[in-house]
């Protein structure tokens, strides 16, 4: 395998979840108490697991950590928060659904990485311990659930009349 172009696929990857991170920390604290907040604290460890199974598998590949792509993503997401959503010093209904949007964007290149790790490897006996499948199937239905909080934020952030978030449908399907 091309060593180089996996260490700044990799080292990418981690950036992305670093920001990542850090996102979805923010939003479940200005979300603690609703529907999206409780969906958050059970999310964030699994982020974490992720991201440690992501530095394990550069590990294992013996690759070089990248800091400063890691810093540049954690310093992005603190500024992204300046960015405008109608409120000037209160979290907004925008907020929320601008939030989701990036966490479902998270979550599809997540997806693609363990799917891609998945491919390659049947190729690399160093990467045949690792869960790929699982961590595929996992957020699959994190990206599921993420897209139905993101479709109750767009309600909420584009109603004619205030409405609290989380009056909508059911966060999980029912049997």
Sequence with gaps: MHTKRLGIYFNDHLAGSVGGLELARRTEAENRGNLLGRYLATLIPELTEDQQTLLSVMDALELKRDPLKTRAAWAAEKVSRLKLNGSLVRYSPLSRLLELEALCSAT??????????????????????????????????????????????????FADEPQPFGSGEPLVAGP
């Design 108 to 157: 599809e290149g997540r997806l693609s990485l363990w799917r891609t790790l998945a491919r390659i490897s049947v190729k690399d006996a160093r990467l045949a311990r690792f869960p790929f499948e699982a961590l595929v199937q996992r957020g699959e239905a994190q990206h599921s659930v993420l897209q139905r909080l993101r479709a109750q934020a767009a309600d909420v952030a």
